[in-house]
């Protein structure tokens, strides 16, 4: 599970090709929920709310860059994000079998952790 994390935030920080199965981005965001979660529980003892901003800004692009790409495994633009409950049913739809004109299917890589993010 923290492989993926790593993998989503510290290798691909701003990678908007290729395309990221469901459970890169399922993973991400579950990871980066309890991250945030832990963060602010501790800048609200340690009085510095500004660490749960912080973590925010710095996953910010991460986030964006793996929707995206999960966006693509579905056959489609990165610009559907932006339409507000549509986006949810379109992120926990299934991708597309074979190859799209965002790249190949990353569910036919045995060893998909190392395929996260590449085209």
Same mark, same amino acid.
């Given at each position: ?28 965001? $579950?990871?980066? =929920? %309890?991250? !945030? @979660? ?18 925010? $800004?710095?996953? =910010? %692009?991460? !986030? @964006? ?22 986006? %949810? ?31």
């Amino acid at each position: 599970m923290f492989e993926w994390y790593k993998k989503v935030v510290f290798e691909n920080y701003a990678n908007f090709e290729g395309r990221a199965r469901r459970s890169e981005y399922w993973w991400f965001v $579950l990871m980066n =929920f %309890i991250i !945030s @979660i832990i963060i602010n529980v501790i800048g609200f003892f340690t009085k510095l709310p500004i660490l749960g901003t912080a973590y925010s $800004l710095a996953v =910010f %692009i991460p !986030s @964006i860059a793996v929707a995206i790409r999960r966006m693509h495994d579905i056959d489609k633009s990165g610009w559907y994000l932006l339409i507000p409950v549509y986006n %949810i049913v379109l992120l926990a739809t299934e991708g597309n079998y074979g190859e799209n004109e965002y790249g190949s299917d990353p569910k036919n890589n045995i060893d998909s952790i190392n395929e996260i993010g590449q085209e």
